[in-house]
């Protein structure tokens, strides 16, 4: 009896070497990670799938929205101060400070094949660190 994948138990046969699929490893070391996308100097891997670096085009957008809220301080102050101060300590509570949330879109596009990638931030800072690394990316891609 003959068994298609050469073992008796059925265990598929490795690929040969021409039909391994590349492992980030063999495309080079990760320069820059946005997300969960990785860039290596020739290649974009994401979770769908690998992109050229060569010729990509990035794109940044940002989506925030700005809100006020009590701060967890003046809460715990105001509720503790009722017994003390009646209901004086309650003033606390239209103590409001800007809370900044958003996410960061970072869309790369390869030929016809496009990914984005969501990221969430709380500080203005995050989305410095974002554009640059996608600036730094844009410099790779025109090499």
């Given at each position: ?5 050469g ?9 040969s ?7 980030p490893?063999?495309?080079g070391?990760v320069?820059v ?5 990785q ?11 690998d992109?050229?670096?060569s ?6 957008t940002d989506?925030w ?7 967890t301080?003046?809460k715990?102050?105001?509720f503790?101060g009722?017994?003390?101060s009646?209901?004086l300590?309650l ?8 809370v900044?949330?958003g996410t ?7 030929g016809?094949?496009q990914?984005?990638a ?9 989305v ?8 730094y990316?844009r ?5």
């Open positions: 009896m003959t068994f298609p994948s073992d008796p138990w059925g265990a598929p046969t490795p690929p070497a021409s039909e391994a699929p590349v492992s490893e063999a495309a070391p320069i990670e946005v997300a969960e996308m860039i290596t100097s020739t290649m974009v891997h994401t979770p769908v799938g992109l050229p670096l010729g990509s085009r990035w794109q940044v989506h929205l700005s809100q006020r809220v009590t701060p301080w003046a715990v102050a105001a503790a009722i017994c003390f009646g209901g300590s003033l606390l509570l239209l103590v409001k400070e800007p900044a949330q960061v879109n970072v869309t790369v596009t390869s016809q094949h990914y984005v969501r990221i969430t931030v709380k500080h203005e800072g995050d410095t660190a974002i554009n640059q690394q996608v600036n990316v410099s790779l891609a025109a090499l």
